[in-house]
């Protein structure tokens, strides 16, 4: 089936600009995860949602950041006012249910550049 | 706090040989998951093995095998017979939490070279 696919794929955006990055998880999986990863970095958690809800949102890094999921599948990441520091790869994860040993499958990621 | 300290930035393997990349976490949860992803150079993140902090038994999966020492917080990741598909960074993750996803935490990961 169907992986976890991200839209789009590469971002050029000038500074201050607002982003919106898309995510379309896996059919069915109702949890979903979003990261930030910098170069030569692990992934950053930003946020999970369980279903349409943002169970953990204690990663985003302030309030220029905000991801919806209003349906409880595809989740959309907004960047407000963007920052050259906010250049990175964000992935977004999907799993079956939250936590225990579901594992999450990555999306291919949105590698956005802030000039 | 949650913490995952990968300590080698960098190994070297030799075909065909077995490696292990180090991995040490810091959690006060009682309850907790511990997983190992590669990234190769084309940038996706594939699961390779999970370990449950109750779980008895190191995790297998193939060649992957999960050397869980919890006294010590130690998960490391034990390739055998590595091959030059399996350049590329790993990452150790942890999640706590008994119920729900919360967050996952990852090392800064270990970049693996395996030489012909």
């Known amino acids: 089936g169907a992986g976890v696919s991200q839209t789009p794929s590469n971002k050029v955006t000038e500074k201050g600009k607002y982003v919106e990055l898309r995510c379309d998880p896996i059919?069915?999986?109702?949890?979903l995860y979003w990261y930030r990863q910098s170069l030569g970095q692990g992934p950053e958690f930003l946020i999970y949602?369980?279903?349409?809800?943002?169970?953990?949102d204690s990663g985003l890094p302030n309030d220029r950041f905000f991801a919806v999921r209003p349906e409880g599948s595809v989740s959309t990441l907004k960047i407000q006012r963007t920052e050259r520091g906010d250049s990175a790869v964000y992935l977004c994860?999907?799993?079956?249910?939250?936590?225990?040993?579901?594992?999450?499958?990555f999306g291919p990621g949105t590698r956005l550049t802030v000039t | 706090a949650q913490k995952i300290t990968q300590t080698q930035p960098g190994m070297f393997v030799q075909e065909k040989e077995a490696v292990t990349l180090d991995c040490t976490y810091d959690t006060s949860d009682q309850s907790y998951g511990l997983f190992w992803y590669k990234q190769p150079s084309s940038g996706e993140m594939i699961f390779l093995i999970y370990q449950g902090s109750y779980d008895e038994q190191n995790a297998t999966e193939g060649r992957y095998s999960l050397n869980f020492q919890k006294a010590r917080k130690s998960a490391n990741l034990v390739i055998s017979a590595s091959q030059l598909g399996d350049s590329a960074m790993y990452f150790c993750?942890?999640?706590?939490?008994?119920?729900?996803?919360?967050?996952?935490?990852f090392g800064a990961g270990t970049r693996l070279f395996v030489k012909a």
């Open positions: 059919s069915g999986h109702t949890a």
């Open positions: 994860a999907s799993s079956l249910k939250g936590g225990g040993a579901y594992e999450q499958y």
């Open positions: 949602f369980q279903g349409t809800g943002a169970a953990d």
């Open positions: 993750a942890m999640r706590e939490g008994r119920t729900g996803g919360f967050k996952t935490i």
